[in-house]
């Protein structure tokens, strides 16, 4: 049984820095793609960034450039370092598999931008 815990969100203003951490139990974190999803009030949860067993990485249009995803498979855990953070990244961040594995959706994290 897989279970995926997120942490790291809140409030922060435009241009701000948020480092968001996904830990893992269970078995086979290592040899899976990983990602971080979002979902914003009123829309449907999207796919932010992705990241292999060996470390390449993608990302949405909306945050290229300015999110880094990463991993440390000896602690089992993904994280999202997300800088010069805007109002439309306001949403619940959530880590899953790649594809999602639906039994697997943890509470999210929140991230709330504003000033």
């Known amino acids: 049984q897989v279970q995926l815990v997120e942490s790291g969100g809140g409030l922060v203003q435009p241009g701000g820095s948020l480092r968001l951490s996904c830990a893992a139990s269970?078995?086979?974190?290592?040899?899976?793609?990983m990602a971080w999803y979002r979902q914003a009030p009123g829309k449907e949860r999207e796919l932010v960034a992705v990241i292999s067993s060996r470390g390449n990485n993608g990302y949405a249009d909306s945050v290229k450039g300015r999110f880094t995803i990463s991993r440390d498979n000896a602690k089992n855990t993904l994280y999202l370092q997300m800088n010069s953070l805007k109002p439309e990244d306001t949403a619940v961040y959530y880590c899953n598999r790649v594809p999602a594995v639906s039994t697997f959706w943890g509470q999210g994290t929140q991230v709330t931008v504003s000033s």
């Open positions: 269970g078995s086979a974190f290592s040899i899976n793609a």
